[in-house]
């Protein structure tokens, strides 16, 4: 299959009706499946009401049949037709953060959604994206669109149409591309079917954000530590991993510069994700700035691309810095120990 790809320029007026919007939009009404921008990452998206389609975003993917789909939706209303029922909470919460990088659990109304896209689980996940180009597509093919990450199963999530096309070029009809997406790491799941909302995968909206509008939130203890099943079905797989191993190091810069001195001696290549506050102190293969330290959205922002980045080099071993959980750093350290597959190493 040849992929198509649309340039579009997110910032004109009225782009629900611009030619590409609704090439695109057509393709999907068509069930086929489509790649779009979203301010978090680049989605893989499909017709959410029907099997052909969503098969399609699985098979392109190459993901794990009982890990659902989020459903993304331009318009509040659109919730009617498959949500059974709106709790307090999840309404306080979509007032303050949708459009945005937040996925809510709802309970779903059975039989109009395709029941790959929600693994027939009695639940459904549901988001409004924060991106004019999403936005445009959506209203433009009047369906609510089920839309992973646009990358094969395990890989970082792609932040740019290069990125989507580097993973699914010739598997996906096409790929509107409306530059690099700004958040970087995915949205924050958050389940309200319980009394107390309970965060099922850190996002771009942070816990603070929420207890902000909703008061006390629950981690899932999954993921936290804890040996429970992940209520989300997708945390339970490694992800977002570089093609060579990484570790994760709690330690000074010296101490990991005398890691990549151990390495080299044996041969290797050797790659740090460091920051622009510290890559200057490290002598190594391969040393990318991920983002400010100081400022942890840019972090997020650069984070799939670094790790990208190391695939492109031949690098046999790569060490991370690690950062604090506070903010959006709760997301850039469990995307960051998943692509380790939990590998960190303690400066004692
Ligand atoms: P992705 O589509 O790759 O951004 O991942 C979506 C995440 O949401 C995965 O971790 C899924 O397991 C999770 N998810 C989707 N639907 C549900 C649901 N109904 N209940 C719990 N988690 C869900
Ligand atoms: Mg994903």
Redesign the pocket.
């Known amino acids: 299959m040849r992929t198509k790809v649309w340039n579009v320029d997110k910032f004109v007026d009225n782009l629900e009706n611009d030619p590409q919007i609704v090439d695109a939009a057509q393709l999907l009404r068509q069930n086929e499946v489509v790649a779009l921008p979203t301010e978090t990452v680049y989605g893989l998206g499909g017709n959410a009401k029907n099997d052909e389609a969503v098969s399609k975003i699985f098979a392109a993917k190459g993901r794990p049949v009982d890990?659902?789909?989020?459903i993304h939706i331009a318009e509040e209303n659109q919730l009617d037709e498959f949500v059974a029922e709106i709790p307090e909470k999840a309404a306080m919460l979509m007032k303050a953060y949708w459009p945005g990088p937040l996925?809510l659990?709802f309970k779903q109304k059975l039989g109009v959604l395709s029941e790959k896209a929600?693994a027939g689980?009695g639940?459904?996940?549901v988001r409004m994206p924060d991106h004019p180009v999403a936005l445009a597509l959506l209203k433009s093919c009047k369906l609510p669109i089920a839309a992973?990450?646009a990358n094969r199963s395990g890989k970082p999530s792609p932040t740019t149409a290069e990125h989507v096309l580097e993973d699914l070029n010739g598997k996906i009809a096409g790929v509107l591309d409306g530059g690099a997406t700004g958040v970087g790491v995915?949205s924050t799941?958050v389940?309200c079917t319980e009394a107390v909302p309970v965060i099922?995968?850190p996002g771009g909206v942070t816990k603070e954000q929420l207890v902000k509008v909703v008061g006390p939130v629950e981690v899932d203890r999954a993921l936290t530590g804890g040996s429970a099943k992940p209520?989300?079905?997708?945390?339970k797989y490694k992800h977002y991993a570089p093609n060579a191993p990484m570790f994760l190091v709690d330690g000074t810069t010296d101490f990991i510069q005398q890691l990549v001195r151990d390495k080299q001696a044996q041969g290797l290549r050797v790659g740090v994700l460091a920051t622009e506050e510290t890559a200057s102190h490290y002598k190594s293969d391969l040393v990318l700035a991920c983002g400010k330290r100081s400022e942890l959205p840019t972090v997020a922002s650069a984070l799939y691309d670094t790790l990208r980045t190391f695939n492109h080099e031949k690098i046999d071993v790569i060490y991370s810095e690690i950062f604090p959980t506070s903010g959006v750093g709760q997301a850039i350290m469990n995307r960051l120990l998943k692509a380790a597959g939990n590998h960190i190493i303690v400066e004692k």
Do not use: F, W, Y
């Not at 890990?67 to 989020?70: C, F, Q």
């Not at 209520?231 to 945390?235: E, I, N, R, S």
């Open positions: 890990n659902p789909l989020i996925t659990i929600t689980l639940t459904v996940a992973p990450s995915e799941v389940d099922l995968r209520k989300a079905p997708g945390m």
